[in-house]
């Protein structure tokens, strides 16, 4: 599933492209693409501009203009697994996995929704006063995210020691803080010396401060170079992958050295999924929490 640094990217190409045009027709040809939407996603966009695009975490959104006027609601997207969000000419071959399609009333590059497994959405919904700015109501429960103004570094200190549950658990936790996915957890956990199950209440101040700024470098690093991909589901809007997957220090290097002290990487279950770290700089701590 494409995380923070990806979908940003996936922003920024929507901000260039998109971002500004008034749409002259949406093709729904899936309709799990658009199971949460409530109405006629096709009605609620025609005739309308796409402002600026927004991200919080890992959901995407662009505010919809009438007249050049702020209509209260957003065009939200979230690529789920295997959703990609392309530009492309109107005139170029019909992707397999097409779920919807937007043409512009300027009659340049339209954008595509295609995903594989259509577990990501697109829906258009009100706009509401949310943590620290205004968002799509459904996501108003979801924190802001590291790279956001809106983040608050002493706030989330105090909820985290809260938590009394495990470093990773928590960093997962959208309503704590949204947009940290598998991978980069496990990035930033070998960055900040933490094993994944350390427990949250265990962290000094001056440690937490370490692991966001671990948190943000590594995020920072992988938008500098496009996110991860490790297959071909992950693209931009031009449908070019991006590289951080060979800067990893820890991800998916299960037997390969610790890039800092050589000690084989070890992987272990987490919640259904996999975890990494190095037994030498991340010990697991006696009083680990799952």
């Not at 990217?9 to 500004?20: E, F, I, K, T």
């Not at 959104?61 to 392309?86: C, F, K, N, T, Y």
């Not at 429960?141 to 590291?146: E, K, L, S």
């Not at 658990?169 to 994944?196: F, K, M, P």
């Amino acid at each position: 599933m494409p995380e923070l640094p990806e979908v940003e990217v996936v922003r920024a190409g929507l901000q260039n492209w998109v971002a500004g045009r008034t749409v002259a027709a949406a093709e729904v040809l899936h309709p799990r693409a658009v199971r949460r939407n409530v109405g006629d996603l096709s009605a609620q966009l025609k005739d309308r501009t796409l402002a600026s695009a927004e991200r919080r975490g890992k959901y995407l959104w662009l505010p919809l203009l009438d007249g050049g006027r702020e209509a209260g609601e957003a065009l939200i997207a979230h690529l789920g697994m295997s959703g990609q969000l392309l530009v492309v000419d109107p005139m170029s071959p019909v992707e397999k996995h097409l779920r919807v399609r937007l043409g512009f009333t300027d009659g340049g590059l339209e954008l595509r929704f295609v995903d594989q497994r259509t577990f990501g959405h697109l829906l258009v919904a009100p706009m509401t006063a949310g943590k620290g700015r205004s968002v799509p109501e459904p996501i108003a429960h979801i924190a802001a995210d590291p790279l956001e103004d809106a983040f608050d570094d002493a706030e989330f200190a105090v909820r985290l020691r809260l938590r009394r549950t495990g470093i990773k658990r928590a960093l997962l936790d959208q309503s704590l803080i949204s947009g940290v996915g598998n991978i980069y957890a496990d990035e930033a956990l070998w960055r900040a010396r933490l094993h994944w199950a350390r427990p949250t209440e265990t962290l000094t101040r001056p440690k937490i401060a370490e692991l966001l700024a671990a948190v943000r470098a590594v995020m920072t690093e992988a938008l500098g170079q496009g996110g991860t991909s490790f297959d071909s589901l992950y693209v931009n809007v031009n449908g070019e992958s991006g590289y951080f997957d060979r800067s990893l220090a820890v991800y998916g290097r299960r037997d390969e050295p610790c890039r800092r002290c050589g000690t084989p990487i070890r992987r272990e279950a987490f919640m259904n999924r996999s975890s990494y770290s190095c037994p030498k700089c991340q010990p697991r701590p006696g009083n680990a929490r799952p």
